[in-house]
Nanobody
Framework: QGQLVESGGGLVQPGGSLRLSCAAS????????MSWVRQAPGEGLEWVSS????????YSTDSVKGRFTISRDNAANTLYLQLNSLKSEDTAVYYC?????????????WGQGTQVTVSS
């Protein structure tokens, strides 16, 4: 029974920084690609960033490139997202998720989310 628990969200001013964490348990974390997805008020889910199982490959959406950095610590079963130079449009609930492929099937776990609010 895989579980993901996000933390680190909060209220910050524009230009500020936060570090989000996602603690994983109940599955083999090092075998999963990990992602951050966010949902702004009244909007749908938006993919933000992903990282390969060994941490050597990363991807991010254009709107956060140069500002957000995804990383992972497999020994600690933890995923991170460093958010710098925050803008009001970054306000959203941030979710982490884990995905792996077994044969032709995909398996995914979702966290409950952590709120990031950017406001002056």
């Amino acid at each position: 029974q895989g579980q993901l628990v996000e933390s680190g969200g909060g209220l910050v001013q524009p230009g500020g920084s936060l570090r989000l964490s996602c603690a994983a348990s109940g599955f083999t974390f090092s075998k999963y690609w990990m992602s951050w997805v966010r949902q702004a008020p009244g909007e749908g889910l938006e993919w933000v960033s992903s990282i390969g199982s060994d941490g050597r490959t990363t991807y991010s959406t254009d709107s956060v490139k140069g500002r957000f950095t995804i990383s992972r610590d497999n020994a600690a079963n933890t995923l991170y997202l460093q958010l710098n130079s925050l803008k009001s449009e970054d306000t959203a609930v941030y979710y982490c998720n884990a995905v792996t492929k077994v044969g032709s099937r995909y398996f995914r776990y979702w966290g409950q989310g952590t709120q990031v609010t950017v406001s002056s």
